[in-house]
């Protein structure tokens, strides 16, 4: 079945410092990959998104790069700062419609 | 306005009992789901509801029963419930289709005891 597998599980960096979390997708039909940002306590927020006609996709400090051929897709923030810390996911999306969640990665920022 | 909304936020209940956690949305999408969250925060779907038809069952105990009245609701009932049912249950919508990513809500946290 489909499945994505993310890491690191956890990150920890100084704030300033770049954080970037990659993902592995099984599903070749796969063709839209967002990406997730959870507070402790909250709902999952989309932050990110990227459709499979494009390598490369930018907001503001957060950009999110993917290469079909290796199906590796990955969520780049940079100069980040303390309010970045949450869980992001990322995600697959194929023929069937839903989406399938990595794991999560718990990103901790520094002061 | 609250895009995708759960009632209720928390649920504690004894081993055995039946509940049920009400979903609703006001964005006009035409699919609705249901994501089970486990204590790892492991994400994983369990239904979705395109105006108000089925469409993904995954492999849930049938103790566990959606309802969609219309395309704005997406109810989930589980009798029975055990120790394991213990999680976080988000609701979501999309538009449908391909390409479009969820509005979640604000999920329920359900503790079995």
């Known amino acids: 079945g489909e499945n994505v597998e993310q890491h690191p599980s956890t990150l920890s960096v100084q704030e300033g410092d770049s954080a970037v979390i990659k993902c592995t997708y099984s599903?070749?039909?796969?063709?839209?990959f967002p990406w997730y940002k959870q507070e402790l306590g909250k709902r999952p927020q989309l932050i990110i998104d990227?459709?499979?006609?494009?390598g490369e996709k930018k907001d503001q400090r957060i950009a999110v790069t993917l290469n079909k051929t290796a199906k590796h897709f990955s969520l780049h923030i940079t100069e980040t700062q303390p309010e970045d810390s949450a869980v992001y996911f990322c995600?697959?999306?194929?023929?069937?419609?839903?989406?399938?969640f990595g794991k999560g990665t718990k990103l901790t920022v520094n002061p | 306005d609250t895009a995708v909304s759960q009632t209720p936020k928390y649920l504690v209940t004894q081993m055995g009992n039946d509940k049920s956690i009400k979903c609703e949305q006001n964005?006009?999408?035409?699919?609705m789901y249901w994501y089970k969250q486990d204590s790892k925060k492991f994400l994983k779907i369990m239904f979705s509801?395109?105006?108000?038809?089925?469409?993904i069952n995954e492999t849930v105990p049938n103790r566990f029963s959606p309802k969609s009245p219309d395309k704005a609701h997406l109810n989930l009932h589980i009798n029975s419930l055990e120790l394991g049912d213990s999680a976080v249950y988000f609701c979501?919508?999309?538009?449908?289709?391909?390409?479009?990513?969820?509005?979640f809500g604000s999920g329920t946290r359900l503790t079995v005891v």
């Open positions: 979501a919508s999309s538009p449908g289709g391909a390409h479009y990513g969820y509005t």
């Open positions: 995600a697959s999306q194929g023929g069937s419609e839903k989406l399938v």
């Open positions: 509801y395109n105006n108000k038809e089925l469409i």
């Open positions: 599903d070749s039909a796969s063709n839209y």
């Open positions: 990227i459709r499979s006609n494009v």
């Open positions: 964005l006009g999408h035409d699919t």
